[in-house]
């Protein structure tokens, strides 16, 4: 989020989806699969994106994006009556145990798996276990 430095990392250096396809995952990546990962981030222009979506995570209450997100975090109470499937990587560098216990006060209804051996690409560490998982939440 540091300007200039950041925005240059980012976009220049493609310092987010670059290391993500490494950072997020405990087996590596497929060839293919990383390759499709990085893909739309091949240039700085494609990763403007990426840079706006850093710079709009609201890291104090003085953020512009603050008061939006805890709006809906305030909202999510209108979901209790739906179903609401959790799963979740156990070893997400970035979304920690801390962020799945929330998740889990706020739906404590929901059906819910924390997988050791999944990092925050949880269909790319665990694809057939979840893929199931999903596929049995979604059948009528």
Same mark, same amino acid.
């Given at each position: 989020?540091?300007?200039?430095?950041?925005?240059?990392?980012?976009?220049?250096?493609?310092?987010?989806?670059?290391?993500?396809?490494?950072?997020? $995952?405990? &087996?590596?990546?497929?060839?293919?699969?990383?390759s499709g990962m990085?893909w739309p981030y091949r240039s700085?222009?494609?990763?403007?994106?990426?840079?706006?979506?850093?710079?709009?995570?609201?890291?104090?209450?003085?953020?512009?994006?603050?008061?939006?997100? &805890?709006?809906?975090?305030?909202?999510?109470?209108?979901?209790?009556?739906?179903?609401?499937?959790?799963?979740?990587?156990?070893?997400?560098?970035?979304?920690?145990?801390?962020?799945?216990?929330?998740?889990?006060?706020?739906?404590?209804? &929901?059906?819910?798996?924390?997988?050791?051996?999944?990092?925050?690409? $949880?269909?790319?560490?665990?694809?057939?276990?979840?893929?199931?998982?999903?596929?049995?939440?979604?059948?009528?």
């Open positions: 989020k540091i300007p200039y430095l950041g925005e240059f990392i980012i976009r220049g250096l493609n310092g987010f989806a670059g290391p993500a396809v490494v950072m997020s $995952v405990n &087996a590596p990546l497929s060839r293919s699969a990383r990085l700085w222009g494609d990763r403007v994106a990426v840079w706006n979506f850093v710079r709009d995570i609201p890291l104090r209450d003085s953020h512009r994006s603050y008061r939006t997100l &805890a709006e809906i975090e305030s909202s999510l109470d209108l979901l209790k009556s739906k179903p609401v499937r959790i799963i979740w990587g156990g070893s997400d560098f970035c979304f920690n145990k801390h962020f799945y216990e929330r998740w889990q006060q706020i739906f404590p209804h &929901a059906e819910a798996d924390y997988l050791e051996e999944c990092g925050h690409y $949880v269909l790319e560490d665990g694809c057939g276990s979840v893929l199931e998982k999903i596929e049995l939440f979604l059948k009528p």
